[in-house]
């Protein structure tokens, strides 16, 4: 099992910035891929970005320009850093990861973490 703790979220003006971390911990074999989603009011999780091991990025179309994920694989974490916030940015962001030994891989989910953007 992989647990994910998540950090960072918060009430920002819109045109700010905030970085959120997720760590993970726990029987960890090979974190292919590292990433957030999240999710607004009324609204199904959407994907927001994602980073594999091998450092192939990838952005929804709305945060490209804006967001940079990065990670560091010595220890096991994540970080998103968000700039140019908008409201409509507003949600709960979850850290996700796919953790993988030889074709066995199994996805895991952080908790959560709110970031509200105030007009």
């Known amino acids: 099992q992989v647990q994910l703790a998540e950090s960072g979220g918060g009430l920002v003006q819109a045109g700010g910035s905030l970085r959120l971390s997720c760590v993970a911990s726990?029987?960890?074999?090979?974190?292919?891929?590292m990433g957030w989603y999240r999710q607004a009011p009324g609204k199904q999780r959407e994907f927001v970005s994602v980073?594999?091991?091998?450092?192939?990025?990838h952005y929804a179309d709305s945060v490209k320009g804006r967001f940079t994920i990065s990670r560091d694989n010595a220890n096991n974490t994540v970080h998103l850093q968000m700039n140019s916030l908008k409201p409509e940015d507003t949600g709960v962001y979850f850290c996700s990861v796919i953790d993988s030994v030889g074709a066995k891989w199994s996805t895991y989910w952080g908790q959560g973490t709110q970031v509200t953007v105030s007009t």
């Open positions: 980073k594999y091991r091998d450092g192939t990025t």
């Open positions: 726990g029987s960890i074999f090979s974190l292919s891929v």
